[in-house]
C-alpha cells in the first residue's frame, strides 16, 4: 500500500471525515471497514481522521480510530500539528490522555516551535496541559532499569518496570485502588521489590523538582504513589494477609458518617511529607487542604486528583466508593446511596458501610418524603392559586355583572331616596 498523499482522499475517506464532524462512530466502524478507507489518509491540509477526531472532542471516535490502527504520531499537518496538539487544544483530557497512552511524542513542535503542551496552555485548557505534564512514558522509566556508572545491580529490576509503570499511568489516585494493583501482582506482593520501587519513585520525583523545566505535578505524584508503596511495604511485612488489612484500614468509616478517616489522614500526611517544601503545588494543596475539617469537602483525594489529573466535579462523579474507578454504576439496594464499579468493590466495602447503611436509607427516604411533601404543598399552592385565579376571573365577571346591577341599584336607591 502507498503512504497517502496530502487531498489525495477517496469518496469513502470524504464520507469517514463527514461522519467523524457529526460523531456517528457506529457509520465511521463500518466504513473503517471498506477496502477504499486508509485510516491514516490526509485531508488537503494534511490532517488525518484521527486528527479531526481529536479536534472535534469525539472520546469514541479517537477510541475506534486508534483500534483500526491510527498513526498518533503523524506530522504531515501543514502547520507541524499532531493529533495531541488537536487533542489539547479540544481542551478533552481524556483524549489527551488517549493519545499518550497511544504513544504520542510529547515533545514534538509544530511549525513555529511550540509543543503541545504549550499550544494547549496558550488557549487556556489548564487541565490537558496537566495531562501532558503528568505523563511518564515507560522509555524513561525503563532507564532505571540499567545500571547507571558504578552499579554492579540496576535500581529496578526489569521485570518490576511493566508492573511500576502500570500503577503511575494510573488516573485513579484512590489509594486502595493502587493497593488493589500492587496485590493483583505477584512481583509486586515482596517487600524488597517494593522498596525498590519506592525509591525509584523517590529518585523520579527529585529529577523532575531538579530539572530545568521543572515538573512539580509529576513530582508529587511519583512522591505520593511512593508513599503508598511505603504502606504498602509495611503492612506486607507486619501482617500475613496480604494486605487485606490495609484495605480495611483505608476502606473503614466512623461511626457517624462512614466518613474514611484513616485514609484522609493518610493521604494528607503524603502531600505533608513531599521533600521540597519551596514547591509551588505543595504550598496550593497545604491551602486547600488545611482548613477543612475531616469528614467536609473537599477531601483530600479530590483535591490532590484536581491537582495532578485536573480532573474537575471529582465528588459528583461515578466514582466507584471502594477503589475511586470512574463509570460505577451499581448502587448499594439497599441505601441507594453509594455507587461501586462492581460486585467485588461493594463486598470489599460492605464491613463499614453496613454500619451506616440503615442511616443513609433513613436520611434518602425522610429527604424523598420531604420532597415529595413539597411537590404536593407546591402542587397543592399551584392549585388553590389557580382556582382563586379562575374565581377572580368569574368574580370579574360577576362583579361587572353586579357593576351593572349595583347602578342599577343605586339608581333605584336613588330612586328610592328621591321617593322618600
Ligand atoms: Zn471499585
Ligand atoms: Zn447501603
Not at 491510527?70 to 501543514?78: G, L, M, W
Not at 523517590?202 to 529529577?207: G, N, R
Not at 455507587?339 to 434518602?364: D, P
Request: charged fraction near 25%; proline fraction near 3%; charge should be negative.
Amino acid at each position: 500500500m502507498s503512504a497517502p498523499k496530502k487531498g489525495d482522499l477517496t469518496d469513502t475517506e470524504k464520507e469517514l471525515l463527514q461522519v467523524i464532524a457529526a460523531g456517528n462512530v457506529q457509520e465511521a466502524s463500518r466504513l473503517l471497514g471498506s477496502k477504499d478507507v486508509k485510516v491514516n489518509c490526509l485531508d488537503e491540509y494534511g490532517m488525518t481522521p484521527l486528527m479531526h477526531a481529536a479536534y472535534k472532542g469525539k472520546a469514541d471516535m479517537c477510541k475506534l480510530l486508534l483500534q483500526h490502527g491510527a498513526d498518533v504520531n503523524c506530522n504531515e499537518h501543514e502547520h507541524g500539528y499532531t493529533a495531541l496538539m488537536f487533542a489539547g487544544l479540544s481542551g478533552k483530557t481524556e483524549i489527551t490522555w488517549m493519545m499518550l497512552d497511544a504513544g504520542a511524542e510529547t515533545d514534538a513542535v509544530n511549525s513555529v516551535g511550540r509543543t503541545a503542551a504549550q499550544m494547549a496552555a496558550f488557549v487556556g485548557q489548564h487541565d490537558c496541559v496537566t495531562v501532558i505534564n503528568n505523563f511518564f512514558s515507560r522509555a524513561r522509566l525503563d532507564y532505571y532499569t540499567k545500571p547507571q556508572g558504578l552499579e554492579k545491580e540496576p535500581k529496578l529490576p526489569p521485570k518490576l518496570s511493566g508492573p511500576l509503570h502500570k500503577i503511575i499511568m494510573s488516573t485513579n489516585l484512590n489509594p486502595v485502588k493502587i493497593v488493589m494493583m500492587v496485590k493483583e501482582n505477584p512481583l509486586l506482593m515482596d517487600v524488597e521489590a517494593l522498596e525498590k520501587c519506592r525509591k525509584v519513585l523517590e529518585l523520579i520525583c527529585e529529577k523532575c523538582i531538579k530539572q530545568q523545566d521543572m515538573n512539580e505535578v509529576l513530582a508529587m505524584k511519583m512522591h505520593y504513589l511512593s508513599c503508598v508503596l511505603q504502606k504498602c511495604g509495611s503492612f506486607l511485612k507486619d501482617r500475613q494477609d496480604k494486605l487485606e488489612s490495609l484495605i480495611k484500614s483505608l476502606l473503614k468509616g466512623r461511626d457517624s458518617d462512614g466518613f474514611p478517616v484513616f485514609q484522609e489522614k493518610f493521604i494528607r500526611e503524603c502531600i505533608r511529607k513531599f521533600p521540597y517544601c519551596d514547591a509551588t503545588l505543595l504550598q496550593q494543596l497545604v491551602r486547600s487542604i488545611a482548613p477543612v475539617e475531616i469528614g467536609s469537602d473537599p477531601t483530600a483525594m479530590s483535591v490532590l486528583t484536581q491537582a495532578i489529573t485536573g480532573q474537575v466535579g471529582f465528588m459528583d462523579a461515578d466514582f466507584c466508593t471502594t477503589c475511586g474507578e470512574k463509570g460505577a454504576e451499581k448502587r448499594c439496594s439497599i441505601c441507594k446511596m453509594v455507587i461501586y464499579c462492581g460486585q467485588a468493590c461493594q463486598k470489599l466495602h460492605w464491613f463499614s458501610h453496613k454500619k451506616v447503611c440503615k442511616m443513609l436509607q433513613e436520611q434518602r427516604e425522610k429527604h424523598e418524603a420531604e420532597s415529595a411533601a413539597r411537590q404536593k404543598q407546591a402542587k397543592a399552592e399551584g392549585d388553590q392559586a389557580l382556582e382563586e385565579m379562575s374565581s377572580t376571573m368569574e368574580d370579574l365577571s360577576v362583579s361587572q355583572n353586579e357593576t351593572t346591577s349595583s347602578t342599577d341599584n343605586h339608581t333605584e336607591d336613588v330612586n328610592s331616596v328621591t321617593a322618600d
